[in-house]
């Protein structure tokens, strides 16, 4: 396994079809007044942000204060990951990439959206649009830059493309200063983004939560 190659591709799901239902769907049943757009928008946005990640977020938290946990997440984390009842991961392989400080990874998927469902929920539009898909393998610390997160060149970067048979996930590094937070208190601090690598986990003391 190693960071981008251009292998594995054959098998990419092909969404875009099944976003073309939808969106058929969604204009039927808006147009027959059936559903509220801004509701669903405001379902779409939970699963994103909210309810989505947080899986992933207590799944980084477990492995920041519990070292075997983290041993297990990174030798086969699609085991790990079942073993705290997040049992979707079935059928698909998960990796988690380490963060640490000489190496930062992020993840995409070049042809499509392939995405960790089982524990980052939704992937956010970007994820999904040409140019991150196309520019952050080209260019990731430009890339990563108009994320807001700028890398120093002695940190290498790592870019890693998913497939429909292998999921990433990043662990991000665990912010200084947490030592006395509780477990709960730290999966808040974990974000989408950061496991995804395109920021590092929130750090309590800038007030950025
Ligand atoms: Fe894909």
Not at 106 to 130: D, I, M, Q, R
Not at 155 to 181: F, H, K, N
């Amino acid at each position: 396994m190693s960071p981008h190659s251009d292998s594995g591709h054959d098998d990419h799901s092909h969404l875009s079809d099944t976003e073309l239902r939808v969106r058929s769907l969604e204009s039927l049943l808006t147009d027959k007044g059936l559903v509220n757009p801004a509701a669903l928008d405001a379902i779409v946005d939970r699963y994103e942000n909210k309810i989505g990640p947080r899986n992933g977020s207590r799944v980084v938290a477990r492995a920041w204060v519990d070292p075997d946990f983290k041993q297990r997440l990174l030798e086969n984390a699609s085991a790990a990951i079942d073993s705290l009842g997040y049992t979707s991961t079935q059928g698909v392989d998960m990796l988690v990439l380490e963060n640490t400080p000489t190496v930062h990874n992020v993840t995409v998927c070049t042809l499509c959206s392939c995405y960790p469902w089982a524990v980052l929920g939704l992937p956010p539009a970007w994820y999904k649009s040409f140019p991150f898909r196309s520019r952050v393998v080209k260019d990731p610390r430009g890339v990563l830059q108009e994320f807001g997160l700028k890398l120093g060149t002695d940190i290498e970067v790592r870019v890693w493309d998913s497939t429909a048979e292998l999921r990433y996930i990043v662990l991000p590094e665990r912010p200084a200063g947490t030592e006395g937070m509780s477990e709960e208190a730290l999966a808040d601090l974990v974000t989408r983004n950061s496991m995804i690598g395109t920021e590092k986990a929130a750090n309590p003391k800038a007030g950025k939560l």
